[in-house]
């Protein structure tokens, strides 16, 4: 079982920053491909950014050269930084890992919420 637990959202006004942790459990998330989803109200969860145990990242088209995913193996924590948020980046934010190992589990946080005044 991996607890996944993110922190950092908040209120900001367009054009500002923010940076989301999630912190895991064990260490078994470093070995994990790992993501941040997004949820705006009345939407279904969409995928944001990946990032693989190589450390390939990949992005959705919205929020390209704008977010960045990262981590730290040694804190067993996944970062997002969000730089020029705009009002159609609220949403709640969700960390996600995949176990490498069968029967390749997903594990969720809880979400943190991000709002972006206009």
Same mark, same amino acid.
């Given at each position: 079982?991996?607890?996944?637990?993110?922190?950092?959202?908040?209120?900001?006004?367009?054009?500002? @920053?923010?940076?989301?942790?999630?912190?895991?459990?064990?260490?078994?998330?470093? *070995?994990?491909?790992?993501a941040w989803y997004r949820? +705006?109200?009345?939407?279904?969860?969409?995928?944001?950014?990946?990032?693989?145990?190589?450390?390939?990242t990949t992005y959705v088209?919205?929020?390209?050269?704008?977010?960045? *995913?990262?981590?730290?193996?040694?804190?067993?924590?996944?970062? &997002?930084?969000?730089?020029?948020?705009? /009002?159609?980046?609220? +949403?709640?934010?969700?960390?996600? +890992? &995949? @176990? /490498?190992?069968? /029967?390749? @589990?997903?594990?969720?946080?809880?979400?943190?919420?991000?709002?972006?005044?206009?």
């Amino acid at each position: 079982q991996v607890n996944l637990v993110e922190s950092g959202g908040g209120l900001v006004q367009a054009g500002g @920053s923010l940076r989301l942790s999630c912190a895991a459990s064990v260490s078994i998330f470093s *070995i994990s491909t790992k993501a941040w989803y997004r949820q +705006a109200s009345g939407n279904q969860r969409e995928l944001v950014a990946t990032i693989t145990s190589g450390g390939s990242t990949t992005y959705v088209d919205a929020v390209k050269g704008r977010f960045t *995913i990262s981590r730290d193996n040694a804190k067993n924590t996944l970062y &997002l930084q969000m730089n020029n948020l705009k /009002p159609e980046d609220t +949403a709640v934010y969700y960390c996600n +890992a &995949l @176990s /490498p190992y069968y /029967p390749y @589990s997903e594990f969720w946080g809880q979400g943190t919420q991000v709002t972006v005044s206009s």
